[in-house]
């Protein structure tokens, strides 16, 4: 197989995801994209820190990162990503759609959530989109955040502070969590 160099459009992809299935799709799916690169594929938080403990590994420039991983979870393990590699995006990829989990997600610092019943092309998309400065959101996963930000649902409010009801604010219309920290 040919080797593809990451050229200055190439994006650096990094994917932690435990099911292997999931994972191969992937990888074989974004291989045949002249554009991305995949410079890391774990099936564990554990196994991505050990990877990096090794500066001269490429780092990724987005992160597509599962919550239900075996040891520590992706929820955990988004601070960690951001402590290793602090320029990193890291996209939520998950079946995971309750509410709390989407907003703990967010402002933990991830920048984007999606389904694993997203398409690839969905996936390679909001990939490009968080590469270039935005967020991305599977439809459904915008709809329960608009929906908590109707006016009717004032009684979830709460349970976020100011600052985290500000970084979804700044989600839901498309900035990326560096302009959003870039606003406070």
């Excluded at 929906?147 to 976020?160: A, C, G, N, R, T």
């Amino acid at each position: 197989k040919e080797v593809k160099q990451n050229t200055m459009n190439s994006i650096a992809v990094g994917i932690i995801e435990d099911e292997p299935i999931v994972r191969e799709s992937l990888v074989t799916f974004f291989g045949d994209q002249p554009n991305l690169e995949v410079v890391c594929q774990v099936k564990s938080l554990e196994e991505f820190q050990e990877m990096y403990q090794d500066p001269t590994n490429q780092a990724p420039d987005v992160i597509l990162l599962d919550i239900g991983l075996p040891g520590m979870s992706g929820l955990e393990g988004i601070r960690v990503i951001k402590k290793i590699i602090p320029d990193t995006d890291v996209i939520m990829l998950t079946t995971y759609e309750e509410s709390d989990t989407i907003f703990k997600a967010l402002c933990a610092g991830a920048c984007s959530y999606l389904s694993k019943r997203s398409s690839l092309s969905q996936i390679l998309e909001a990939i490009t989109v968080v590469h270039h400065g935005g967020s991305y959101m599977s439809p459904s996963i915008a709809r329960k955040v608009v929906k908590y930000f109707s006016p009717s649902d004032h009684s979830k409010k709460e349970l976020l502070t100011p600052r985290q009801q500000q970084i979804v604010s700044g989600l839901v219309e498309g900035l990326s969590y560096k302009m959003i920290a870039d606003s406070s």
